[in-house]
């Protein structure tokens, strides 16, 4: 039996409005089952998901792993989409509560296997390093806020050069180009998460990972204020009139922005390409360049107001980097006070008890 492929996506991300979740995009509303873990720091709901996640890849499952943003090597969810199952890590700061008890949503609460009585001892430092890692977080918002108002202004500097009829005709003839032959029927969906993240270790994007395999692939660059994502908006709406199901992906400093889509039905995806995710456009099926749209005469004249701007994002970009970073290194300290104290066998059976359970829908299919 050949082994199943993994895919990987955000459901979250660090953002300048705070951590903002599309974790209600995880798995569709007609799930099989959602198990929501529970528990603190260190109590294994990451390696509890990898393993199911592993033993379901051998058996020929194509699964999805939902990537934490503030550590990418860790799991926030798992989805099985072919047995329509997830599981998701429902603590803060992206807590999720069970929807429909019992028929489709339950809790899986690891907090059971950890020994309350020595926990206890650590209150004190663990409420101190659970402060500081939220002070982190803060301040990482703030530089992520102000990096934003810095780019926006980036952004109207270009826009003051832009050409929207030549943006407008560009925008018709993609669409044309994807839908000429696509007939209306019904009205599509759209499921929304991230495909790149603000990360401890920097920016992390999983675009490959989205668009691999996609027959088709328009790869959309430009600078900031050229009308990529109006391109794409304009894309998803005409999909999702046609009766097409879409996947939606937007971007971490602006997170009701398009990034990305892709239409299954179509084998099309649309990428954009620009820092901190630019792409090769070796196997673009066509590369739509909206700097095409900008003045030039007027560009070099607010070349000083663009390069101020530019600088001085990256620089506040970089700072809420730090930030994050400064605060995962302090949950890592915190969960040192968690690890030693969790019956980590215990987790072990109850991972090997959802596994039953997860296999037994298979049969039912």
């Not at 329509?84 to 907090?111: M, S, Y």
């Not at 001892?121 to 663990?126: G, L």
């Not at 996609?214 to 046609?242: E, M, N």
Request: charged letters at 20%.
């Amino acid at each position: 039996m050949a082994e199943g492929k993994i895919r990987h996506l955000f459901p979250g991300g660090n953002t300048p409005q705070g951590f903002f979740s599309y974790y209600d995009y995880i798995i569709p509303t007609d799930a099989t089952r959602i198990f929501l873990l529970k528990g603190g720091p260190g109590v294994g709901k990451s390696t509890f998901m990898k393993k199911i996640g592993q033993t379901l890849v051998e058996h020929g499952y194509d699964i999805e792993h939902h990537h934490c943003s503030s550590d990418p090597n860790s799991l926030d969810g798992l989805v099985i989409p072919a047995l329509r199952v997830a599981l998701i890590d429902g603590t803060a700061p992206h807590i999720v509560d069970p929807k429909h008890p019992g028929c489709v949503d339950e809790i899986l609460n690891l907090g059971e296997y950890w020994n309350e009585t020595k926990l206890i001892h650590n209150k004190t430092e663990i409420i101190a390093y659970t402060k500081e890692i939220n002070r982190r977080f803060q301040r990482a918002y703030r530089m992520l806020k102000s990096a934003k108002a810095v780019y926006d202004d980036w952004e109207a500097a270009n826009c003051e050069a832009m050409n929207y009829n030549l943006a407008n005709q560009k925008t018709a003839s993609i669409i044309e180009l994807i839908f000429s032959n696509i007939t209306t029927v019904g009205y599509g969906k759209k499921r929304k998460l991230f495909a790149s993240a603000i990360t401890p270790i920097g920016p992390v994007n999983y675009i490959d990972s989205i668009s691999t395999g996609f027959a088709k692939r328009y790869i959309i660059t430009g600078l900031p204020g050229t009308g990529k994502a109006t391109l794409l908006a304009k894309v998803a709406d005409t999909a999702i009139a046609k009766g097409l199901n879409i996947e939606a992906f937007f971007c971490p400093l602006d997170p009701i922005k398009l990034e990305h889509i892709l239409i299954p039905a179509l084998d099309t995806a649309l990428i954009t390409s620009t820092p901190p995710h630019n792409q090769s456009f070796n196997n673009a099926t066509a590369v739509i360049d909206m700097n095409d749209c900008l003045d030039t005469d007027i560009t070099l004249r607010l070349e000083p107001v663009t390069d101020y701007d530019r600088k001085t994002f990256w620089e506040l970009f970089g700072k809420a980097g730090a930030y994050i970073h400064e605060a995962k290194k302090l949950h890592d300290e915190l969960e040192t006070y968690y690890i030693p104290n969790i019956n980590f066998n215990g987790v072990d059976v109850l991972r090997v008890k959802t596994l039953a359970r997860i296999s037994s829908y298979a049969a039912q299919q």
